[in-house]
Nanobody, 122 residues
């Protein structure tokens, strides 16, 4: 099972940007990002297919977040622009189970990282 390690979280102000990275211990198929705020369920943020040509986003982040990947480095990124206080959460990357863009359910993913905290102040 592939191991995933997220990095890049932090404390920023509303309107700022952050770039999250997810380093995998080996090759991965599709990948995704989820987030979980205190007291809330884990929610889908973005996903990308294995070669990086197709992506999907939650409506709440469309136009502000961009998912990408560098397969030579086994790394997936989440560029987050125009951050809002409601983006505050622990962000997790996850490995999908197939080549295409996975679904938006946590069950559509296998391995998970430990998470990185993103806090956006108003």
């Amino acid at each position: 099972q592939v191991q995933l390690v997220e990095s890049g979280g932090g404390l920023v102000q509303a309107g700022d940007s952050l770039r999250l990275s997810c380093a995998a211990s080996g090759r991965t198929l599709s990948m995704g990002w989820f987030r979980q705020a205190p007291g809330k369920e884990r929610e889908f943020v973005a996903a990308i297919n294995w070669i990086g040509g197709s992506t999907d986003y939650a409506d709440s982040v469309k136009g502000r977040f961009t998912i990408s990947r560098d397969n030579a480095k086994n790394t997936v990124f989440l560029q987050m622009n125009s951050l809002k206080p409601e983006d505050t959460a622990v962000y997790y990357c996850a490995a999908g189970r197939g080549f295409g863009v996975p679904g938006m359910r946590p069950a559509d993913f296998g391995s998970w990282g430990q998470g990185t905290q993103v806090t956006v102040s108003s």
